[in-house]
């Protein structure tokens, strides 16, 4: 089990009145040094290349983002997306974790999770919005479609939020299945059932109120099944834990004990299909106790043998 983190992460400052603060990742990295996780594997994560960033987003869009380099402040993007002077790095280090995590776990075999912000299932090809920068978890997809010849990549995504973006670059895309549980309504508005992309998109959304039971029958009776007809060779999962019922951002009732569950069901399919082979990112997450706690969950089932 490899843990991909780095330092820059905390770097990336969207100011003191933004959710998505250097916090969540101190209170998630806090979690993790923990005698409990002592045997994984902590690596430090590269920064992405311009390549490997190409492979989903336009030239102008990386530009935009690596070229906005405020000196003190923050500068804003959208209503809710703000880069401060660390951003670009942070955001370099925390797509190239998961390039990292790729090629490690496709040629080594395990499972990997990666610490890292900012999150990235809100960028599109050619925009930054929903506190996101780089879709990490696409860039990912592409490399192990690209550098190692991949037929069959799954994302599975079960933070509160659609992730509108990972939809929007692979909805043409028939060697990548997405697959997402989501909150509707909420931001970003999309995640609808009759969105199928290729028919390779699969959105659950959920009702605000839902809870434990709705979200293990979804996923259970729509969701798994699809993965594991599709017999992904690699599964990548954007971990949002903000379905959670404590979570100030959204109307779901989830808990950490969930989030165990899901996890456990997604290394299934991996373990089924992938010789086993997983790599789950951090995306939502917004109450740090909740996070922290259910982070410790998550990582605790990835690490089981």
Known sequence: MRLYTHTSCLQHDPGPDQPESPARLRAVLQALDHDRFAAVDRIEAPRATREQLLRVHTAEHIDRILNTLPDSDTVRLDEDTLMSPGSAE?????????VAAVDAVLGQGGRAFCAVRPPGHHATPDRAMGFCLFNNVAVAAAHAIAAHGLKRVAIADFDVHHG?????????????????????????????????????????????????????ELWEGVLLPRMHAFKPQLVLVSAGFDAHRNDPLADLRLGSEDYAWITSRLVAVAEAHAEGRLISTLEGGYNLLALATSVAEHVGVLMEP
């Open 164 to 216: 509108n973006g990972t939809q929007d670059i692979f909805e043409r895309e028939p060697r990548v299945l997405f697959l997402s549980s989501h909150q509707m309504p909420l931001y970003p508005e999309t995640g609808r059932e009759d969105e199928r992309g290729a028919g390779n998109i699969v959105n659950g959304p959920l009702s605000p109120g839902d809870g434990s039971y709705e979200f293990r």
């Open 90 to 98: 942070a955001a370099l280090r925390a797509a190239g974790a998961l």
